[in-house]
């Protein structure tokens, strides 16, 4: 099963008591990324996911600098203000699992466990995170929705990803994200879209800072590559990327960063939206496919029925983005100055949406 979310009813502690599989793992293997590309370190994870060796454990540690992380099935436009994150600098970035969408800075550690199918132990794996911040001074919980909770609040979301016989499990470890921009980039009032994507689900969440004021990244690291050792019961060894690997990986970043991957799943969804002009008021309800619009229809009731009635014609086909929409509508062109006009708010309209 590929990009498949796998659940657990309830919530229970998690701990390095917790039963160790039967099949045994007999090499570890850390890694952490050096750079905050997000395009980069996915990139790095299917390729060490396709290149994790038989009986070997991978722990890969890295983080992004202001970025939105989707699932695979989700719909970028409900699950993030594209736009809003564009315009700050930030990133869009869909990864290869399943689940919700989740923020990253540098206030949040994100970890990978890559092994294959015959080793792959969530449970393991998790006490390898409960371990660490046992360590720390922390004691955690999971929940059903595939979260770890500290105090009842989710600080860690997991979700997990198989190809063939190659398995990982991946979460955030939330520090001190900063939640005013979380909850920016991922609150979407989007009452209009329908859309068959899977949706995030929202919890209440904490940042492990609460709790201990003077935690580091680095304690973190630490401590994780202590606890990965002690859970497995052997000895860790480091590893650095060499230049053919790196140059294989900058490959499929492209592909990480195109648009194909981000906007153009095969994720059908409707978006309408209405403003009133002094010339009329009017509705445009968009038809979405692969991240272009198949079919746009416009409704108003503007005196100037030529220009509406033109308008579907500028929109069918055009990525669905407001710079593309823009740049399309600005070929108009008409000898009536009103319905110049008429288009100029438009488009001016269409620059103010939040796509």
């Given at each position: 099963m590929i990009g498949s979310d796998k659940r657990v009813s309830g919530?229970?502690?998690?701990?390095?008591?917790?039963?160790?599989?039967?099949?045994?793992?007999?090499?570890?293997?850390?890694?952490?990324?050096?750079?905050?590309?997000?395009?980069?370190?996915?990139?790095?994870?299917?390729?060490?996911?396709?290149?994790?060796?038989?009986?070997?454990?991978?722990?890969?540690?890295?983080?992004?600098?202001?970025?939105?992380?989707?699932?695979?099935?989700q719909n970028a436009w409900k699950e993030c203000r594209t736009e809003q994150l564009e315009r700050d600098g930030g990133h869009l970035a869909r990864r290869l699992s399943g689940g919700g969408a989740v923020y990253h800075d540098l206030g949040n550690l994100n970890f990978t466990f890559l092994v294959s199918g015959e080793y792959y132990d969530v449970k393991r794996q998790l006490s390898v995170i409960a371990g660490a911040l046992e360590h720390l001074g922390l004691h955690i919980e999971a929940s059903g929705r595939n979260d770890l909770l500290i105090d009842g609040k989710k600080f860690s979301g997991n979700a997990f990803y198989r190809h063939g016989e190659h398995c990982y499990h991946h979460g955030t470890i939330m520090l001190d994200v900063d939640k005013e921009k979380l909850g920016s980039y991922l609150t979407v009032s989007r009452e209009k879209l329908k859309s068959k994507g899977v949706d995030s689900v929202r919890s209440r969440v904490a940042n492990l800072r609460t709790y201990l004021p003077d935690l580091t990244i680095d304690d973190l690291k630490y401590a994780l590559r202590q606890a990965f050792g002690e859970v497995y019961g052997l000895p860790v060894q480091e590893r650095k990327l060499d230049d053919r690997e790196k140059k294989e990986i900058e490959s499929r970043a492209e592909y990480f960063r195109s648009w194909e991957w981000l906007y153009g799943r095969k994720i059908p969804f409707q978006h309408e939206i209405t403003r009133k002009f002094p010339w009329g008021e009017v509705t445009i309800r968009f038809q979405v496919e692969n991240g272009k619009i198949k079919d746009a229809a416009v409704y108003s009731d503007a005196l100037k029925t030529g220009l509406i009635e033109a308008l579907p014609n500028y929109l069918n086909g055009v990525r669905f983005s407001s710079r593309s929409i823009c740049i399309e509508l600005g070929l108009y062109w008409s000898e009536d100055p009103e319905e110049e006009k008429m288009m100029k708010d438009l488009i001016e309209w269409m620059k103010e949406e939040e796509w």
């Open positions: 919530r229970t502690r998690v701990g390095k008591k917790l039963k160790r599989g039967t099949v045994m793992v007999t090499k570890l293997t850390y890694i952490e990324s050096n750079q905050v590309n997000p395009y980069k370190n996915l990139a790095v994870e299917e390729y060490l996911l396709l290149h994790c060796e038989d009986k070997e454990c991978i722990l890969y540690l890295w983080q992004n600098q202001n970025t939105v992380v989707i699932g695979r099935n």
